[in-house]
């Protein structure tokens, strides 16, 4: 068996700095979306679709990375419910990486309109056509945009106590590579 690290692999890095902007992208643009009627709704719209399908193809190969390469354990002194609520943050984020997009596809599936990536290239739907799934679905992105938002600041925060305050090597982990001396 091969021992702990002490930072995330290189490509799991990457992955992380690569979709953090697109996340924080993908909820403003969603904002910004339902707040406009303005010409700039189609804009945003054109940008939306092909960024969630980016998003979820980079979820997938995340855990993957994930699963498969062992990550650095939290610092020793960090109380069990701290380490319980970092272990189930990033297991929630995993999951609404991978719904968000989804239930836009099957929302916009169900509500007859086309998902274009690119010029002429549009995914196929994923559910039937329904207007009852329609507005179920749409009310379900909105709940979990709202839940991605929150546990993302929530990630956010823990990052910056790790940084800033307990300094402890689990931002750096993430950041550079480098844990702090002597940190487990």
Do not use: K
Request: proline residues 7%; glycine residues 8%.
């Amino acid at each position: 068996m091969t021992a702990q690290p002490t930072s995330f692999s290189p490509l799991a890095r990457l992955l992380h700095w690569l979709m953090a902007p697109l996340v924080v992208a993908m909820l403003f643009i969603g904002i910004g979306m339902v707040a406009t009627l303005s010409s700039w709704h189609q804009v945003l719209l054109s940008i939306h679709r092909p960024l969630g399908i980016a998003i979820l193809v980079l979820a997938v190969i995340r855990l993957i990375v994930r699963v498969t390469r062992r990550t650095p354990a939290l610092p020793s002194d960090m109380p069990a419910w701290q380490r319980g609520l970092a272990h189930g943050s990033h297991w929630l984020f995993y999951a609404l990486l991978l719904a968000m997009p989804l239930v836009g596809w099957s929302m916009l599936s169900a509500g007859g309109y086309p998902v274009q990536l690119a010029g002429s290239v549009y995914l196929p739907p994923i559910v039937p056509h329904d207007v009852h799934l329609y507005t179920f679905l749409r009310a379900a992105h909105t709940y979990l945009a709202l839940l991605l938002f929150a546990t993302f600041l929530m990630h956010l925060g823990a990052a910056l106590f790790h940084g800033l305050i307990r300094r402890d090597g689990v931002f750096s982990s993430m950041t550079t590579g480098a844990r702090a001396a002597g940190q487990d």
